[in-house]
């Protein structure tokens, strides 16, 4: 068709109209900067008894339950929202550009802390310098992987299902074996870190321990020099420090069934278990069971997740809901004791000032951002209630009524049940 000098008027028209409209539907990119000051406030109970960080002596971490010093008594020290010593526990860490040399600073909280008025948060002399990226990146960590064959067992179920287990051997296994058997998910954050100039509590100067009786709920700021003024934020109930997991167990015919009480403001649930079976290096076989109705070993979860990422799972039916108070695990997969490990999610705070604009043509340049996380870990032996926890870590030691032979007398004569420690000692070859 032979274009006329009008056709091609009217293509040119409409060719400028539709690249005026591209242009105009087009949204501006919002300028995005980082907080002045940052603060972090990891929130965490532990009960049942305690795992060293780090892979310690497990046998001194558990201590505390048969009248030993337990992990969680004597003075306070930075790290144990992540040590899975029992207890009640709150890590801080405050940073400011402002300051990148930052050595003290203040937290006022609440009557309710038992704490008050202050906090005292002062940086550490030695530690690793201070994590560059993104403050949103999920941090990955790592873990050994077994020797032998490993088994993976998973859901809520008093038997085995139908498929199950997946079953790999590591001298034969290829790469996509190996990541079908050990996926993973994982949502988890920076959090509460030690790091020069960036000050922490509880600190070399303020060691005490969070009251058995203590609440977070209330205003709380943070001051020092660097640190923007009016960084003033409230902690609401679902970021109160969470109550023990009281988890009972009892025997069935084919399973382990588990029964626990509801966890105010909890998100959601997951428990992982982990056994083995045999003792020689050629014939170690490791178990992993978790409450998810899809594979997933459980090992990166078992710590603070995002609220959207907690969401999508509770979607996905790998975790388990917060109305959800039973579960079961099928009998014998783990061996003759397995290590279970159970957490409840709370809801995580983020609270940026100023607001982000909603006009994004403005840019955002926050004065001080605060992440507060929140949960509840329960560690125990499948099959075994662990004994009440004091506050500490300790046992709670039962007293004879007046007039009564003492306790202790009176089991000279019963017959010794195996004990914690003895089952400890034998998941772990010791």
């Not at 109550?243 to 649930?269: C, D």
Request: with cysteine; hydrophobic share 35%; charged share 20%.
């Amino acid at each position: 068709m032979k274009l006329t000098t009008r056709n091609r008027c009217v293509i040119a028209v409409c060719m400028a109209a539709t690249c005026g409209a591209a242009a105009q539907t087009k949204a501006p990119v919002q300028v995005v900067k980082p907080p002045i000051a940052q603060a972090w406030i990891d929130v965490a109970t532990f009960s049942g008894f305690g795992m060293p960080a780090g892979g310690g002596n497990p046998m001194a971490a558990i201590s505390g339950m048969f009248g030993g010093a337990g992990a969680g008594q004597g003075e306070n020290t930075f790290g144990r929202t992540q040590s899975s010593s029992a207890g009640r526990w709150v890590d801080v860490t405050l940073a400011t550009s402002n300051n990148p040399n930052l050595n003290e600073a203040t937290q006022s909280v609440p009557e309710g802390t038992r704490l008050a008025p202050r906090l005292q948060l002062v940086s550490p002399e030695r530690a690793p310098p201070a994590p560059t990226g993104r403050e949103d990146e999920v941090v990955e960590r790592e873990f050994e992987r077994p020797k032998g064959k490993a088994y993976l067992y998973w859901g809520c179920s008093e038997t085995v299902r139908p498929g199950q287990p997946r079953v790999i051997d590591f001298a034969t296994a290829t790469p996509a074996e190996m990541a079908s058997m050990f996926q993973s998910r994982r949502a988890t954050q920076r959090g509460t870190h030690s790091a020069v100039g960036r000050p922490v509590w509880p600190s070399k100067t303020d060691k005490r321990l969070v009251p058995d009786d203590a609440s977070l709920v209330g205003a709380h700021a943070f001051s020092g020099q660097g640190v923007p003024e009016g960084f003033r934020f409230n902690i609401g109930a679902p970021q109160d420090i969470m109550p023990a997991i009281e988890l009972s167990q009892s025997e069935g015919a084919t399973a382990t069934l588990l029964e626990w009480k509801p966890v105010p403001h909890a998100r959601a649930y997951f428990i992982t278990a982990q056994g083995a079976r045999g003792r020689s290096s050629d014939s170690f076989e490791i178990v992993f069971w978790s409450s998810s109705e899809l594979p997933d070993i459980g090992q990166g979860l078992i710590d603070y997740q995002t609220n959207p990422a907690v969401d999508r799972w509770l979607n996905e039916k790998v975790l388990l809901s917060p109305s959800t108070t039973k579960c079961a695990i099928p009998k014998g997969i783990l061996g003759e004791a397995g290590m279970m490990r159970m957490i409840a999610y709370g809801t995580e705070m983020n609270v940026v000032h100023p607001p982000r604009p909603s006009d994004p043509k403005i840019a955002w340049e926050p004065q001080w951002a605060a992440k507060v996380r929140v949960k509840s870990v329960h560690q125990g032996i499948v099959g075994m209630d662990m004994p009440g926890m004091g506050p500490r870590g300790r046992a709670a030691q039962p007293q004879a009524e007046p007039g009564q032979p003492d306790a202790e007398a009176q089991k000279k004569d019963e017959p010794k049940k195996p004990s914690a420690l003895d089952i400890l000692r034998g998941v772990l070859g010791r």
